[in-house]
T-cell receptor
Framework: DADVTQTPRNRITKTGKRIMLECSQT?????MYWYRQDPGLGLRLIYY???????NKGEISDGYSVSRQAQAKFSLSLESAIPNQTALYFC??????????????FGPGTRLTVL | AQSVTQLGSHVSVSEGALVLLRCNYS??????LFWYVQYPNQGLQLLLK??????LVKGINGFEAEFKKSETSFHLTKPSAHMSDAAEYFC???????????FGAGTRLTVKP
């Protein structure tokens, strides 16, 4: 079974609709992240959470919100979807442990299309 | 803020040839540097990372990268390409706390038989 799962894997929606993307992990990591991937732009950080009570904005948080329901769950919401939010969305987790900088483990992605 | 630039959005090599994917970074603090690989319809997978312990970093699948501070580079190499190496490769940089990881635009590697 995958350590980081994302649901749905694909979603088509219309402009103005509210959308929630969900991420679950079984790795026991405290840190979770949401990224979006656009062709030619790589991945950009939307939000990150270093524990259940810690939520921080990333590089491109406008138009998005998140909820950390538990250590294992981190949801991304688009309150009113717009076409330029069409992208591939990735969830990631990490745990610094004893490393200087922690490795991020990525889910399989959610492809979102906003018409 | 940190950033990385990947030179070449597409690289094509023949099977058995040297793979060289270029990455240059910009950082005001000692950087931590990463190479990730993305196979079709999958998430990103860590190939290797530099955390200042050694300038030559060996990763999975025969890949390695060398940190060169004087050139602000962290190029990824593999001596002999395999068909299974065809994928998109991302270079990334972060500071100490991993809360501001910046990715490059990616380089798509094609391996010809």
């Amino acid at each position: 079974d995958a350590d980081v799962t994302q649901t749905p894997r694909n979603r088509i929606t219309k402009t103005g609709k509210r959308i929630m993307l969900e991420c679950s992990q079984t790795k026991g990591h405290d840190r979770m992240y949401w990224y979006r991937q656009d062709p030619g732009l790589g991945l950009r950080l939307i939000y990150y959470s270093f524990d259940v009570k810690d939520i921080n904005k990333g590089e491109i948080s406008d138009g998005y919100s998140v909820s950390r329901q538990a250590q294992a769950k981190f949801s991304l919401s688009l309150e009113s979807a717009i076409p330029n939010q069409t992208a591939l969305y990735f969830c990631a987790t990490s745990d610094p442990g004893t490393e200087i900088t922690d490795t991020q483990y990525f889910g399989p992605g959610t492809r979102l299309t906003v018409l | 803020a940190q950033s990385v630039t990947q030179l070449g959005s597409h690289v094509s090599v023949s099977e058995g040839a040297l793979v060289l994917l270029r990455c240059n970074y910009s950082s005001s603090v000692p950087p931590y540097l990463f190479w990730y690989v993305q196979y079709p319809n999958q998430g990103l997978q860590l190939l290797l990372k530099y955390t200042s312990a050694a300038t030559l970093v060996k990763g999975i699948n025969g890949f390695e990268a060398e940190f060169k501070k004087s050139e602000t580079s962290f190029h990824l190499t593999k001596p002999s390409a395999h068909m299974s190496d065809a994928a998109e490769y991302f270079c990334a940089v972060s500071g100490y706390n991993n809360n501001d990881m910046r990715f490059g635009a990616g380089t798509r590697l094609t391996v010809k038989p």
